[in-house]
């Protein structure tokens, strides 16, 4: 008997383009329906709390009517777990901290609700929190990562180191540069002793790169430690080499154990000329822009430093434990014991 041929019969031209095309069309409207789910349901809540918030100031209800509300709810709708008590409060505060339905219809509502429950918990400005809700918007920031860009205060860090910039790069390029420049640079999951070298400096941020990544900001990508150039026949090393993707640039990074000296910046600017000539792509790339590092720094010595200077240059200090404030104490529960108590889990203690 011959054998059966089962080989698969050729693909029509064109076939594995359609495929491709149709597979991106599903994942875009899975995302977009997910999103969708998530933009109604915080609207939802909103609107639930403003209820509440506005039947207790009219009726002068107590705090008791919150378990009530939680109760008659959860029996009519057993299979949702968004109305526990814990929640109720949440979409409580959540509407006394919006007040505009649009904002929380077109920004707010584009964050998970346990994102915005984060930014209740953690922050009482309101500046503050509409600026972190349109940073994870924009930045596609994790519950995690949000939590740590707060938490190690970047409101008052980002756009606030010793630049050139305005005067050495072109608009909009020098306001995005001087935007993803921070002061302090927070280092706080490094572990250095005071007699730390810059050696050590340098292998403990290779040897943390993610987390050090994280710090530097969306959009960085890491090209080496280390970096060789060889300039009128000596060699010479960067410390770290990075290429920005929405700035479309090469960033130098040097890293400095003590305070800013000003001799400093006259070798970042020669490894952001050699760079310039020996790397950039000049159709592609903007100007390489130097950050450097400092344990400390006096403002005005580096304002000095850098007022001459025609290479863009940033200089920041840094910071290798966190000097933050008590934590805010609230009457909301904490976030995990929401969402334990949502998933159905006991929460850890």
């Not at 875009?28 to 329906?33: E, I, K, L, P, T």
Request: charged share 30%; aromatic share 10%; with cysteine.
């Amino acid at each position: 008997m011959a054998e059966q041929n089962t080989a698969p019969s050729p693909l029509p031209v064109g076939y594995t383009e359609l495929l491709f095309d149709l597979k991106s069309r599903v994942r875009a409207a899975q995302v977009r329906a997910s999103l969708s789910v998530n933009r109604e349901l915080v609207v939802l809540y909103w609107q639930m709390g403003r209820s509440i918030l506005q039947r207790q100031g009219e009726e002068g209800w107590g705090a008791k009517v919150i378990d009530r509300l939680s109760r008659d709810l959860r029996r009519e709708f057993p299979e949702m777990r968004g109305f526990s008590p814990r929640n109720l409060k949440y979409m409580r505060a959540f509407s006394e901290a919006w007040d505009d339905d649009v904002f929380v219809q077109q920004v707010a509502a584009q964050i998970p609700w346990f994102h915005n429950c984060v930014i209740l918990d953690k922050l009482r400005d309101g500046s503050e929190r509409e600026w972190y809700i349109c940073e994870t918007v924009e930045n596609g920031w994790s519950r995690n990562v949000l939590v740590h860009q707060i938490e190690s205060d970047l409101f008052r860090r980002q756009g606030k180191a010793v630049t050139n910039l305005r005067w050495t790069l072109p608009p909009p390029q020098s306001d995005l540069a001087a935007e993803i420049l921070k002061d302090p640079y927070n280092f706080d999951f490094l572990s250095l002793g005071e007699r730390a070298s810059e050696l050590d400096l340098h292998r403990s941020l290779l040897a943390h790169l993610r987390d050090f990544l994280i710090e530097l900001g969306v959009g960085f990508a890491f090209v080496g430690s280390e970096h060789p150039l060889e300039v009128g026949g000596q060699d010479f090393r960067i410390d770290l080499l990075f290429y920005h993707l929405r700035l479309r640039c090469y960033l130098v990074v040097e890293l400095k154990i003590g305070d800013f000296a000003p001799e400093h910046v006259g070798k970042l600017n020669f490894y952001l000329s050699a760079v310039d000539d020996l790397i950039r792509d000049s159709d592609h790339d903007g100007p390489t822009i130097g950050i450097l590092l400092c344990k400390t720094k006096n403002r005005v010595i580096a304002e000095y430093a850098l007022r001459d200077l025609n290479k863009p240059v940033g200089i920041s200090s840094y910071r290798l434990k966190k000097a933050l404030a008590g934590e805010m104490k609230r009457n909301l529960p904490t976030i995990e014991e929401l969402e334990a108590e949502l998933s159905g889990q006991e929460p850890e203690r």
